[in-house]
């Protein structure tokens, strides 16, 4: 199992141009909805700030498995961009959600 993107040049096989686009287009839009679902964490933070907070379990797996991601994105030999763009903001949003629990 290979566990990079590397490609020895000698096994390189030539990749249709139609699917270089497909798969140009679904990493954006992985991307955009990865992001949003991150976002959505923005009524639980309110939630946390007028006095009812949410239970810190989700939210606190989530940041983890987000900063997983990014690390593994981040440590490719070629950095996997559209895993680390959609992942930081699970590891922000993560993190202010958990914080805002218990300051409310």
Known sequence: MRVDNY????DKKPVDA???KMLKL??????ATCIL????YIPQIMSNF???PVNPVQPAVAMINAT???GYGWLKTYKDWPII???IPGVFFGLITIVTIYIH
């Open 85 to 87: 763009i959609s992942n």
């Open 50 to 52: 007028s006095g009812n």
């Open 26 to 31: 679904f990493s954006k839009v992985a991307t």
């Open 37 to 40: 679902m991150y976002v959505s």
């Open 7 to 10: 490609v020895d040049p000698k």
């Open 68 to 70: 997983l991601w990014t």
């Open 18 to 20: 139609k699917r270089i």
